[in-house]
C-alpha cells in the first residue's frame, strides 16, 4: 500500500494509506525508506480480520474516513531528512563493552555480543573477494540502502565470521537481491525465516557442518553465516523488530545447511545446486524462505514404498495455510523442501530410485481432497467464494486441480513434481527427516554461484596458518 501511495505522491496525486492498527510504526518507517516520511496515513482501528462487518463498518465510518478526506485535501508538514554515517565513519570509540552498548542502543545487534567491525578487521575480510569494496549488488528494501561489498564484509565481522567466509556472505546477499526471492516481505506476520544451502568443495574447504547435528549451532561457518544473513536484514535493509519486521512468532536466524555429497556422489543424486540450475562441483548458495518446519524421528522401512509414506504425511500436515501459494494468486510458487538422511537416501536409492522419482512419489501421494484444499482458501485465507472450478477454467491454474466435480476427489499441493525440493545431510546413522512449509514467492529459492578470488588456496593457507 504505501509503494503505490509513495508512486502517486512522486506524481502529483495525494493519497491516504489504509493502515491497521498494528502496522502504524511499520507503515512510519517503511516510510522513511521510501523517501517520504511524511505519506499520509489512514488509521483503520484494531484488526479488520477480526471484526464482525458491523464493526468494521463503524470503524471505517468514524475514524478512518475522516482521515482519508484529511490526508488528500491538506498538504502533510514538511519532514526531516534521515541522517546516516556514511561507510568509513567511525560512529563509535571505546572497548568492547561500549562498543557493544552502542550497537544495541541503536538496533544495530540482534541482542547478542558483537565483533567490532574494526577497520583492520574489515580489510581482512576484504582480501578475500577481489571485487571493488565499493560495488553495489543493489538497492534493498524497506529502507532501500545499498547492498555493498564494505557492507557485506562490516556484518560478516560483526557475526563472528572468519575472513574466508567473505565469498559465501557476498553470494548469499546477491541472492538477497534478486528480485525473484522476494527480499521486501523479509518482515512479513507469518514470521519466515531464511535458510541457506551451501553446495561444492567449499564446505570441506571452509569446514561446514554436513553430519550428525546439521541445522544446529556450534559450528563456525554453518552458525556465523546464517546470523550474518539476519544481522544484514536489519543493518542493511532496515527490518527492525516492532517496527518493518512485524513477524507475530518470530523464528531467530537458521542455522546454514549443508549437503552431504559424498553420500549424494556414492547414490547418483545429484546435489541442490544441480536443481537450482548449476553444476555439480560448483559452490552455491540457495535461499528459500520457510515459515517452519519439523522433525521426523525413526522413519522406519527398508524400501521407498515403507519409508515414504511417513515423510508424505508429514509434509502433509506442516503445509495448511502455505497452499494459498499453489493457486492462482500465488503463481503455483509452493516449494517444500524434504531433508533426507544419508540412511533414508540410500535406502531410496538401492531400489533405483532417483529424486526425480521421489518428487514424484510426493506428487502423487501428498493431497487434498478437492473440498478441503478448497475450504483452506475460503475460510482460512479469507479467499471469499474462490474455488478450484474457476481458477482452472480462467487459465489460472493447470488442468488437473478440476479434473472432476467430485468434492472428494485427490489434488496435489504443488503444481508440479519438480516444485519439491530434497535435500540430504545429517546423521549419517539416524533415519530422520526434515519438512519445512514454504513460503513461496514470499521468500522463493534462489540460487547463486560462489565466486572465489584468484589467490584463494593461497589465502586459505595463509588463514590457516595464522590460526
Known amino acids: 500500500m504505501l509503494r503505490a501511495s509513495a508512486v502517486c505522491e512522486l506524481a502529483g496525486f495525494p493519497s491516504a494509506s489504509l493502515t491497521s492498527e498494528g502496522f502504524l510504526t511499520q507503515a512510519?518507517?517503511?516510510?522513511?525508506?521510501?523517501?517520504?516520511?511524511?505519506?499520509?496515513i489512514a488509521l483503520v482501528p484494531g484488526h479488520p480480520g477480526a471484526q464482525s462487518k458491523d464493526e468494521l463498518r463503524s470503524n471505517i465510518?468514524?475514524?478512518?474516513?475522516?482521515?482519508?478526506?484529511?490526508?488528500?485535501?491538506?498538504?502533510?508538514?514538511?519532514?526531516?531528512?534521515?541522517g546516516e554515517p556514511q561507510a568509513r565513519d567511525i560512529v563509535v570509540k571505546g572497548g568492547f563493552n561500549a562498543v557493544n552498548r552502542y550497537f544495541i542502543a541503536n538496533e544495530l545487534s540482534d541482542g547478542l555480543p558483537i565483533v567490532p567491525p574494526t577497520r583492520e578487521a574489515i580489510e581482512a575480510f576484504l582480501r578475500f573477494t577481489d571485487r571493488d569494496p565499493e560495488e553495489s549488488l543493489g538497492v534493498i528494501l524497506p529502507d532501500n540502502r545499498t547492498a555493498t561489498i564494505w557492507s557485506i564484509a562490516v556484518n560478516g565481522v560483526m557475526a563472528g565470521c572468519r575472513p574466508e567466509y567473505m565469498p559465501v556472505l557476498i553470494a548469499a546477499v546477491e541472492g538477497m537481491c534478486d528480485p525473484k526471492y522476494g527480499l521486501e516481505h523479509s518482515g512479513n506476520t507469518p514470521g519466515g525465516e531464511t535458510l541457506i544451502i551451501v553446495n561444492g568443495p567449499i564446505i570441506k574447504q571452509l569446514g561446514f557442518n554436513y553430519v550428525q547435528g546439521v541445522l544446529r549451532d556450534g559450528f563456525q561457518p554453518n552458525t556465523t553465516i546464517g546470523r550474518f544473513w539476519r544481522l544484514y536484514l536489519r543493518n542493511v535493509a532496515g527490518f527492525l523488530p516492532h517496527k518493518t519486521d512485524k513477524a507475530t512468532f518470530g523464528h531467530t536466524w537458521r542455522v546454514v545447511l549443508a549437503e552431504n555429497e559424498d553420500v549424494l556422489t556414492e547414490i547418483g543424486?545429484?546435489?541442490?545446486?544441480?536443481?537450482?540450475?548449476?553444476?555439480?562441483?560448483?559452490?552455491?548458495v540457495t535461499i528459500a524462505?520457510?515459515?517452519?518446519?519439523?522433525?521426523?524421528?525413526?522413519?522406519?522401512?527398508?524400501?521407498?514404498?515403507?519409508?515414504?509414506?511417513f515423510i508424505t504425511d508429514t509434509v502433509l500436515h506442516y503445509h495448511s495455510w502455505q497452499i494459498h501459494f499453489t493457486e492462482s494468486s500465488g503463481d503455483g510458487s509452493l516449494r517444500p523442501l524434504v531433508i533426507l538422511s544419508p540412511i533414508l537416501a540410500r535406502t531410496i536409492a538401492k531400489a533405483g530410485w532417483s529424486k526425480h522419482d521421489v518428487k514424484e512419489y510426493f506428487y502423487k501421494h501428498a493431497r487434498l481432497p478437492a473440498r478441503e484444499f478448497e475450504r483452506f482458501l475460503r475460510e482460512w485465507t479469507v479467499k471469499g467464494t474462490w474455488n478450484l472450478e474457476v481458477a482452472v477454467k480462467e487459465g489460472r491454474m493447470p488442468?488437473?486441480?478440476?479434473?472432476?466435480?467430485?468434492?472428494?476427489?485427490?489434488?496435489?499441493?504443488?503444481?508440479?513434481?519438480?516444485?519439491?525440493?530434497?535435500?540430504?545431510?545429517?546423521?549419517?546413522?539416524?533415519?530422520?527427516?526434515?519438512?519445512?512449509?514454504?513460503?513461496?514467492?514470499?521468500g522463493y529459492p534462489t540460487g547463486k554461484k560462489v565466486q572465489l578470488p584468484r589467490d584463494w588456496d593461497?589465502?586459505?593457507?595463509?588463514?590457516k596458518e595464522n590460526d
Not at 523517501?35 to 499520509?40: F, S, V
Not at 593461497?458 to 588463514?463: A, G
Open 28 to 40: 512510519a518507517a517503511t516510510s522513511i525508506g521510501l523517501g517520504l516520511p511524511n505519506i499520509p
Open 61 to 82: 465510518m468514524n475514524v478512518t474516513l475522516d482521515r482519508v478526506i484529511d490526508n488528500i485535501t491538506r498538504m502533510p508538514p514538511p519532514a526531516g531528512k534521515r
Open 269 to 284: 543424486w545429484e546435489p541442490n545446486s544441480v536443481e537450482m540450475g548449476f553444476q555439480a562441483g560448483d559452490n552455491t
Open 289 to 309: 524462505r520457510y515459515t517452519g518446519g519439523g522433525a521426523l524421528a525413526s522413519v522406519m522401512g527398508d524400501t521407498p514404498e515403507k519409508v515414504l509414506p
Open 399 to 442: 488442468a488437473h486441480f478440476f479434473e472432476s466435480a467430485d468434492p472428494e476427489r485427490m489434488v496435489p499441493i504443488v503444481w508440479h513434481a519438480r516444485d519439491f525440493m530434497i535435500a540430504v545431510s545429517g546423521d549419517p546413522l539416524r533415519n530422520n527427516a526434515y519438512v519445512f512449509a514454504h513460503n513461496a514467492f514470499m
Open 458 to 463: 593461497k589465502l586459505l593457507e595463509e588463514s
